[in-house]
Structures are given as structure tokens and as C-alpha cells.
């Protein structure tokens, strides 16, 4: 007697379907350079330019000792990673249906987002070495030596990782590559500069370069990740959840 039952594609697991995704990703990230690399170059670019323009003048009014490069480097970091994703590439997924014939497949779902966001833990990684290489070149130390660049770099990167959950929510949500447009500053700098997460990673970055080991700044750099993490991941993974509930 026959067996009848459908046959059924059978799960490869959950590291195989991570490292499936990502490797896909990155493969795409190769083949997609112009959406990568002039977020390098203008941070690089800037990074010179406020040097050469401005070091002088800084230095020459604030008391001696300050490195001004030293207090631009982590800028030029946020820079280069923030808002480096594979949104782009998840809204085409979406648009032209692969990503509704990946969710046919047995393939675990949160892989779908977490693939992604390995792909753009290299990117980020890749995106950090040349800035801090450049600022070595330009004389920046690391007050707290070898073991402190590798924090700064730590942080930085996890920030870049914390961010991506904003530019995926968008792409499931809408998919569509749509920005939100940047609010005007208004008269409240300095409260909104007290809430601003980018103001606590600079400040632990900075110390990290200039002042030594700061405990408190540092923690405060890494909670802000945290917390901009839980907001943006929470957002990427609940938009994931309502595109597969619609399939």
C-alpha cells in the first residue's frame, strides 16, 4: 500500500537558516557597494576637513592638552554606521515577492531579520577599522590603550547594530524605501540632548580616547544601545511578525 501523505520540507535549523540568510546578504552588500561605501567616505572626508579646518581654532581657545581629533573621532564612527542595513535589499525582497516565497518555505522566521543583521554586523565592523585606522594616521591615542580601542570599537558597532531595527520596520512595514524626514531643532536643545542616546555614546567613546577608564560613561554608552535596540528591534520584529501573518 502507498503512503499518501504530502511530503513535507523538512527544517534545516535554525544556524542553518541564519547562516543561509546572512551569507545571501552579504553577497548582496558585494554587489551593491554604491549603497555602502559613501557612507565611509563622508565620514572620512568630514573627519579631515574638521581637523584641518578646526583644530587650530579649538585647541588655540580651550585650555591645553584638549585633542580636538581625539573629540572628533567618535563622531566620524557614529557617522559611519548609522543607518547601515540591508533595508534596501529587504524592500526589493519584498517588492518583487522573494521574500513571500521565502515564508512558504520551513525556513525559522526570525532568521528573516536576524540574517540580515549578521550581514550587517560585517559591514559595520568593516565600516569602524578604516575610520579608527585614519585617526591613528592623524596622531589620535587611546589613553586606554589596545584593550580600550577595542570598547570603542565594541561600541560603536553596537550601535550601528541598534539602529538597523528602525530602517527594518520601515521595509516590512511599508515596503517601501520611505525616510522619515528629520524634525527641525527647536528652542529645547539642551532637554532633548539629555535624551538624545547619541549624547551618552559619545561622551563613553570620548573618554575612552581622552580621559581613561570611565566607568559610568562607558555603561551609559552601551545602555543606550541597549535601549535604542529594544526600541528598534521590537519594532523590525513585530512589523516581521505582521508581514508572515498576512502570508
Not at 534545516?12 to 549603497?35: I, K, P, Q
Not at 565611509?40 to 585633542?67: A, R, T, Y
Not at 529587504?90 to 512558504?104: A, C, E, S, T, W
Not at 540632548?193 to 570611565?214: I, S
Amino acid at each position: 500500500m502507498s503512503d499518501t501523505r504530502p511530503l513535507l520540507a523538512r527544517r534545516a535549523g535554525f544556524l542553518r537558516d541564519l547562516g543561509s540568510v546572512a551569507l545571501r546578504a552579504v553577497r548582496l552588500t558585494r554587489r551593491d557597494a554604491e549603497a555602502v561605501v559613501p557612507g565611509l567616505v563622508v565620514p572620512l572626508f568630514f573627519l579631515m576637513i574638521n581637523i584641518g579646518s578646526l583644530q587650530s581654532f579649538v585647541e588655540g581657545n580651550l585650555p591645553p592638552g584638549f585633542d580636538f581629533k581625539a573629540f572628533q573621532l567618535p563622531v566620524s564612527i557614529i557617522f559611519a554606521v548609522t543607518g547601515i542595513s540591508r533595508a534596501g535589499s529587504l524592500v526589493i525582497d519584498v517588492q518583487d515577492g522573494y521574500l513571500d516565497r521565502l515564508l512558504l518555505t520551513p525556513v525559522a522566521r526570525p532568521t528573516l531579520l536576524l540574517g540580515l543583521m549578521v550581514a550587517d554586523l560585517a559591514v559595520i565592523t568593516l565600516m569602524c577599522v578604516p575610520v579608527v585606522i585614519l585617526g591613528a594616521v592623524l596622531g589620535v591615542w587611546f589613553e586606554t590603550g589596545v584593550l580600550g580601542m577595542l570598547v570603542f570599537l565594541a561600541i560603536g558597532i553596537s550601535w550601528g547594530i541598534a539602529f538597523t531595527g528602525f530602517p527594518y520596520a520601515i521595509a516590512l512595514k511599508t515596503g517601501n524605501p520611505m525616510y522619515v524626514p528629520q524634525e527641525q531643532m527647536t528652542g529645547w536643545l539642551a532637554t532633548v540632548a539629555d535624551w538624545n542616546p547619541v549624547t551618552y555614546l559619545l561622551a563613553g567613546m570620548r573618554a575612552l580616547l581622552m580621559t581613561g577608564w570611565d566607568g559610568d560613561a562607558i555603561l551609559k554608552a552601551f545602555l543606550a544601545s541597549g535601549m535604542v535596540a529594544a526600541i528598534s528591534f521590537t519594532l523590525a520584529f513585530t512589523a516581521l511578525r505582521g508581514r508572515v501573518r498576512h502570508k
